[in-house]
């Protein structure tokens, strides 16, 4: 895995949390954090815990109207 994706047409559909701690330039334990309390939009499969590119996308855009 690079460390920054130039194009979101590079990004995954479905990924896992470091890959989307890497995207967003914070720890895997912040994003762990959000993600257990329901901040992030995550989902787990078994005990793996996975992201939808579109659902981040989402994310992001709430989170520029939020600040």
């Known amino acids: 895995m690079q460390k920054y994706e130039t194009t979101w047409d ?3 559909v479905v990924f896992d949390l ?6 967003l330039g914070v720890s895997l334990d912040r994003i762990r954090k959000l ?7 995550a989902f787990k499969i078994g005990k793996l815990w ?5 659902d981040m996308l989402a ?3 709430r989170q520029k ?3």
Not at 35 to 41: C, K, V, Y
Not at 50 to 54: D, L, M, S
């Open 10 to 12: 590079r990004v995954p």
């Open 18 to 23: 470091p890959y989307a701690a890497t995207l």
């Open 35 to 41: 993600a257990q309390r329901g901040e992030f939009p």
């Open 50 to 54: 996975r992201v939808n590119k579109e």
């Open 59 to 61: 994310y992001l855009d």
């Open 65 to 67: 109207v939020a600040s």
